[in-house]
């Protein structure tokens, strides 16, 4: 193979790896700004499904998940449930903890559980990645 063709590959390979260990330490911050930001809770009551299209647009990519109505001060806010189902029959209704922000009540979440697996799975992608470039660009360098 043409080298300076390995090395273009090795910089795209670890321009793409820097890119994706970006977004799993972003995807990692926000999660920690919201857990940070949301010290009150309350009863968030199950209101109605949220119907979520794939792709594609087509009905077997369709995902359904639950929106909870709670209030704060008097005031109804509503909040997506993150247990999201492929069936509409699926989808959890119970009564459910709503962590929320005090000074802004809009900003809540329904559990404290952070998605580490798509944290981690970008974060090995971007290592990956990372290694895979360095080593075709130290090949040129000493070939």
Known sequence: MNFPILIFIGIILLIMGVVFIGVSITIKKHYEKLYNNCTESTIGKFDK???????????????????????VKGKDYYCKGNK????????????ITIYYNPNNPNESYTN??????????????????VVIGLCL???????
């Open 112 to 129: 404290k559980k952070t998605n580490n697996t798509i944290i981690n799975v970008f974060k090995l992608l971007g290592i990956i990645f």
């Open 49 to 71: 499904v949220s119907e979520r299209l794939g792709l594609n647009d087509t009905n077997d990519m369709r995902s359904y998940y639950p929106i909870f109505k709670y209030n």
């Open 137 to 143: 660009i130290v090949l040129k360098l000493i070939v």
């Open 84 to 95: 999201g189902a492929y069936h509409i029959k699926d989808v959890d209704i119970k009564d």
